[in-house]
C-alpha cells in the first residue's frame, strides 16, 4: 500500500542520487547531460523509473498528444523535473505541478543542477491532494 512514509523514503533516495551526481559533477552542463547522469546513477541504485514520459490528456472526450515529456517518473508515484539554470522560476515550479496532476502523481520534486550545494539550494519537494490523501 502506497504511504507517505514510502514516499518519503523514497523521496531522499532520490535526492540522494541526485546529490551524488551534482558531487561527481557539479554545476555547469546542460539539463540533458544531468539527465543521462542520473538515469545511470537510478540504475545503480534500482530505482525504477519511466525517462521523458510523453504525457497525453484526456481532452473533451478525445486523448491529445500534446508532446509534453515528464523528465522522469520514479515508480510512477513522482515526478522528477530536472533543470540546469541560473535561478528556479515559479513556472517551473507550476509546470511540475501540472505534470504530477496529469499523471495522477502524489509527489514531485524540482532539482536544479545549476547551484553550488544541491541539498541546500537545489531541490524543491511539492505534494498536492492526491498525497495529502494517503496514510502515514
Known amino acids: 500500500m502506497l504511504t507517505k512514509s514510502y514516499l518519503k523514503d523514497l523521496t531522499y533516495r532520490i535526492t540522494g542520487a541526485c546529490i551524488e551526481v551534482h558531487k561527481a559533477i557539479g554545476p555547469g552542463l546542460f539539463e540533458k547531460a544531468y539527465h543521462k547522469f542520473v538515469k545511470h546513477e537510478f540504475n545503480l541504485l534500482d530505482i525504477e523509473f519511466d525517462s521523458e514520459l510523453e504525457i497525453l490528456v484526456p481532452y473533451k472526450g478525445v486523448i491529445i498528444n500534446t508532446e509534453l515529456r515528464c ?12 533543470k ?3 535561478k528556479t522560476l515559479p513556472i517551473h515550479e507550476v509546470q511540475l505541478m501540472t505534470y504530477m496532476n ?11 543542477f545549476n547551484v553550488k550545494n544541491l541539498y541546500n539550494e ?3 519537494t511539492f505534494v498536492n491532494d492526491l498525497f495529502r490523501a494517503l496514510p502515514d
Do not use: F, H, S, W
Not at 102 to 112: D, E, F, S, V
Open 122 to 124: 537545489g531541490q524543491k
Open 71 to 82: 523528465d522522469l517518473l520514479v515508480e510512477r508515484i513522482i515526478v522528477v523535473e530536472l
Open 102 to 112: 496529469l499523471l495522477q502523481a502524489p509527489k514531485g520534486i524540482l532539482i536544479n
Open 84 to 86: 540546469a539554470v541560473e
